[in-house]
């Protein structure tokens, strides 16, 4: 991949994850929710997992929330520190029949080649799941970064990195060479007593910044103060607690196989929508009752 289009730092992050690992489970809130509705999903799937990979946690912290009706008989992975990138997928061809992804794939550079080798280690109707971090995560927290750089360094850096919409996720799915493949959002909203609680979460979630063009340096705590202040103004609720939102897309897609499911093409219904309804179908410009 060129040099300008590598805009995260893989080394970087893991490092912060490796270093949030021994107080992560006090901040893993969000990841337990997140993961709580990645495997409601998959509880409606009614099929058996003989071997499923788990990228973003560790096996042993997914392990004990597993239902049954999952059906993930073996959960092998690998950990907290994997950081997908175009180096670092040592992953065999049709080896699972499961790939769960959480929070984790938000941090790669070459996230369409990591989901074509994702695909590919899936077995012929094997199922990949995910949960990535959407564009409207910590809008509050950006915004308020760039108003108060912008007031007292005449400059602003990156502190949110940049993540994908639903439609991209449906686009780099289909790319990747997915069946079926759905991206759909979810939003969670939540409140803190003050930002520096929020930092805190986040940098024990392993969620710090790792741009590639982030400042290296200390942060002005004139401008640190200002951005808290500026977030507390623009972002508190009734209560004086401040909101943080967190966007979640949620990927879904199958490897293809020849037996599967495929969807109906266009014009080759044998039911009327009408007769379906139990309603009178008019031609297009007609009016009701004519």
């Known amino acids: 991949m060129p040099e300008t289009m590598l805009i995260f730092d893989p080394a970087a992050k893991r490092r ?109 109707d094997g199922l990949f799941l995910a949960a990535v971090f959407g564009g409207e995560t910590l809008t509050e927290l950006r915004q308020a970064w760039l108003q108060a750089e912008s007031e007292l360094e005449g400059g602003v850096s990156p502190h949110v990195a ?23 959002a979810e939003r969670i909203n939540v409140t803190y007593g003050d930002v520096f609680a929020l930092l805190r979460d986040l940098r024990f979630m392993g969620e710090g910044n790792a741009l590639r063009d982030r400042r290296r340096g200390f942060t002005r705590r004139a401008t640190l103060l200002r951005m808290a202040e500026i977030y507390a103004e623009r972002f508190s609720g009734p209560d004086g607690r401040l909101t943080a939102t967190f966007e979640v897309v949620m990927l879904t897609g199958w490897r293809p196989a020849p037996n599967q499911q495929q969807p109906l093409k266009p014009g080759s219904a044998t039911l009327r929508l009408a007769d379906a309804l139990g309603t009178v179908e008019h031609k297009a410009g007609d009016k009701a009752g004519r």
């Open 16 to 124: 912060q994850r490796r270093r949030a690992a021994a107080r992560f489970a006090a901040h893993d809130f969000l990841h337990a929710e997140i993961a709580a509705r990645l495997l409601d999903r998959l509880g409606d799937i009614r099929r058996q997992f003989p071997l499923a990979l788990l990228q973003g946690v560790a096996p042993d912290w997914l392990g004990p929330r597993l239902d049954p009706a999952s059906g993930i008989e073996r959960l092998v992975g690998q950990g907290a520190d994997f950081i997908a990138d175009e180096d670092l997928l040592p992953l065999a061809d049709g080896k699972f029949d499961l790939v769960i992804s959480l929070l984790n794939l938000h941090w790669v550079n070459d996230l369409p080649g990591a989901l074509i080798q994702l695909q590919r280690s899936l077995k012929p």
């Open 162 to 184: 940049p993540m994908m919409t639903t439609y991209d996720g449906a686009g780099l799915l289909q790319r990747a060479g997915f069946a079926l493949p759905v991206a759909d």
